[in-house]
C-alpha cells in the first residue's frame, strides 16, 4: 500500500468517523431536549398533583371528614400562605 492510499484511507475513515461525530451529537440535543420536556411536565404534574390535595383538603374542611391530623397539617399549610401574603404585603409597602 502507497503512502496516498494510505493518507486515503485515513481521510476516508477520518470522514467517517466526523460524520459519526455529527450524528451523535444531534442525537444527543435531541436527548436533552426530550429530556427538559420530561422535567418541565414532571414539574407541570407535580403542581397539578399539589393542587388536587389541597382541594380535596379544603373539601374534607367543608364537610367536616377531617381528622385531627388532617387538620393540623391543613392548618399548618394556611399559616404558611399567611406567613406568604405577609411577606409580600411587607415588600409592596416598602
Known sequence: MTIDQQFNTIHDKLQLLLK???RVQKENEKLKDELQKARD???LMKHRLDEMQQQ???MKLGTGDMNERDKKEFEKKINRYIKEIDKCISYLSE
Open 41 to 43: 411536565n414532571e414539574q
Open 56 to 58: 380535596v383538603s379544603v
Open 20 to 22: 459519526a461525530y455529527s
